[in-house]
């Protein structure tokens, strides 16, 4: 598609999706050909989506904002990834790392991950919220531009612009990580969390193909 200065994006996702690396990408092509896009961040009060503007919500109530000219992008992910990535990064103390400036940290935790021990009630909390976003959606009748699967661009983030049909820039910047580390390195507990989230319903398209 042809980038032009009165288009208009939400990109929304319940959080811990890889939406970042979506916002990323498309304020990137913009850049690229010389158009200065406005950017909406998820802890902003948003009252309307102007042209131009990228807006990363995570607020079911940002729907009401949707207008005919808006590309709406809905961000997925296995929702116990989800929940459990809600759980881990405060033990990081950031949303997100870039390696061109968190390199330090990142460092430190390939080194030593902060391990912990996980409550379900916890994770079942972050759950339900993760779960609960998914059934709003399902219930609206709202025209999705695309629904793009944080398995569909974690090892390959410039899929993106691929999936979206923007332009990729020429020099391509590296987009935010997630969690290093894995589930067993992080919580203690993990045989009795395996077994917990064993149970519990993981797929979001099943909710919004319903």
């Keep these: 598609m042809i980038l032009s200065e009165n288009d208009k994006w939400l990109v929304l996702s319940p959080g811990r999706t890889g939406s970042k690396i979506?916002?990323?990408?498309?304020?990137?092509?913009?850049?690229?050909?010389?158009?200065?896009?406005n950017h909406i961040m998820p802890q902003?009060?948003?009252?309307?989506?102007?042209?131009?503007?990228?807006?990363?919500?995570?607020?079911?109530?940002?729907?009401?904002?949707i207008e005919q000219d808006v590309r709406v992008v809905l961000s997925t992910r296995d929702m116990v990834e989800s929940a459990l990535s809600w759980c881990i990064y405060p033990k990081i103390g950031r949303f997100h790392l870039y390696p061109t400036r968190h390199q330090t940290r990142i460092d430190e935790l390939r080194e030593r991950i902060p391990s912990f021990h996980l409550l379900k009630e916890d994770l079942f909390w972050k759950y339900r919220n993760v779960k609960a976003f998914y059934d709003s959606i399902a219930t609206t009748s709202m025209h999705l531009t695309s629904i793009i699967d944080y398995e569909d661009i974690k090892n390959d983030p410039s899929a993106v612009y691929d999936i979206l049909d923007v332009s990729k820039p020429t020099t391509y910047k590296q987009m935010a990580i997630k969690n290093p580390g894995t589930h067993e390195q992080w919580i203690t507990n993990w045989d009795e969390i395996a077994e917990f989230i064993a149970k519990l319903e993981r797929d979001p398209l099943k909710i919004l193909k319903r």
């Design 22 to 37: 979506i916002v990323d990408c498309l304020y990137s092509s913009y850049r690229a050909v010389d158009l200065r896009v």
């Design 44 to 65: 902003q009060e948003i009252t309307e989506i102007p042209a131009l503007t990228i807006c990363h919500s995570h607020s079911i109530s940002s729907l009401s904002l």
